[in-house]
């Protein structure tokens, strides 16, 4: 984790929200996804429609992301109304990309 989120994070929600504006706006150079609990609701066909681009995922933090930064990305989606920690985040994702390509390909991991 960024030195300044972690350290933001422990000062307030305002400043936690910027510092991963901060983080990861320069990494907004593809299809840019912020997860986030008020996103869209896709389901797992929907999911794998995004796999036509290159993206990138953003996973914010316990008090999301600022306004301006969920504007800036061409997407915002959710992946449950429930909010998880970082760790299981990456893992829920992780496990969706791999189900979405796996449809993609025609793979039987998710049965059709």
Do not use: W
Request: proline content about 2%; hydrophobic content about 35%; charged content about 25%.
């Amino acid at each position: 984790m960024n030195k300044n989120i972690s350290k933001a994070q422990s000062i307030g929600e305002k400043e936690a929200r910027k510092s991963y504006t901060e983080a990861f706006s320069p990494f907004m150079k593809t299809y840019s996804i912020c997860l986030d609990v008020q996103g869209e609701k896709l389901d797992t066909f929907e999911f794998a429609k995004l796999f036509d681009k290159n993206i990138s995922f953003f996973i914010g933090g316990a008090y999301g992301f600022e306004t301006s930064f969920v504007s800036k990305c061409d997407r915002s989606i959710s992946l449950s109304g429930l909010t998880f920690s970082h760790k299981l985040a990456k893992t829920v994702l992780y496990e969706q990309i791999y189900r979405a390509l796996c449809i993609k390909n025609n793979h039987p991991y998710h049965k059709n």
